[in-house]
């Protein structure tokens, strides 16, 4: 089954960067909607940041990034990244690349979620 593959996790100080990297099939690209979520122990997963790829749009970035993270996408390798800079340690989470994204009025959801990767952040 096509699932999306995360990659670029790890541990960092706060203050620092790093940057998470989804690729997906032509066929998941195709969908024009990708986006990234996470979660931590004990919490909901949160919508982190979407992007519609037909037009390199960011469609959602939850207002606990703003300014410090941002997606983008690249079409040639069929990837979508997350840029995270300044991190904190509220950050640290598991960190999931999906097709799914804000259209403006409501969330569509593909189906193709990756496994995740680990974010830990320490003060």
Same mark, same amino acid.
């Given at each position: 089954?096509? @699932? ?6 790890? *541990?960092?100080?706060?203050?620092? *960067? ?8 032509? *066929? ?16 909901e997963r949160e919508e982190?940041?979407?992007?519609d790829t037909s037009r ?15 997606? %983008? @996408? ?31 009025? %409501?969330?569509?959801d593909f189906g193709y979620?990756? @496994?995740?990767? @680990?974010?830990?952040?320490? *003060?």
């Amino acid at each position: 089954q096509e @699932q999306p593959v995360e990659s670029g996790g790890g *541990s960092v100080q706060a203050g620092g *960067s790093l940057t998470l990297s989804c690729a997906v099939s032509a *066929s998941i690209y195709s969908r024009k909607c990708m986006g990234w979520f996470r979660q931590s122990p004990g919490k909901e997963r949160e919508e982190v940041a979407t992007i519609d790829t037909s037009r390199a749009y960011i469609t959602w970035m939850a207002d606990s990034v703003k300014g410090r993270f941002t997606i %983008s @996408q690249d079409d040639a390798q069929n990837t979508v990244d997350l840029q995270m800079n300044s991190l904190k340690p509220e950050d640290t989470a598991m960190y999931y690349c999906a097709a799914k994204c804000w259209r403006g009025r %409501s969330w569509t959801d593909f189906g193709y979620w990756g @496994q995740g990767t @680990q974010v830990t952040v320490s *003060s």
